[in-house]
């Protein structure tokens, strides 16, 4: 019976954060480059995460908190 309450809670959170907007899709698209070792600026590679994720953040025109 306790069961059944936390399960419908959990679902409730899945369907709230499945949804993203337009700037964590970009940030999420520049990431997966990343990832895959296809994130280039000035015609190199990006090795470092922290600069992958300033030039997602730029792309996305999101100021870092």
């Known amino acids: ?3 059944l309450p936390t399960l419908l809670a959990r ?3 899945r369907s709230c954060t499945s ?3 337009p ?3 970009m940030i999420s698209k520049v990431m ?3 990832g895959a070792g296809k994130l280039t600026t ?11 994720m300033a030039i ?3 792309q996305a025109k ?3 908190k």
């Open 11 to 13: 679902s409730s959170q």
């Open 1 to 3: 019976q306790t069961v």
């Open 23 to 25: 700037a964590q899709k």
């Open 42 to 52: 000035n015609k190199k590679v990006v090795k470092d995460p922290k600069q992958a």
């Open 62 to 64: 999101v100021k870092k």
């Open 56 to 58: 997602a953040l730029s």
């Open 19 to 21: 949804m993203k907007t």
């Open 32 to 34: 997966k480059e990343f």
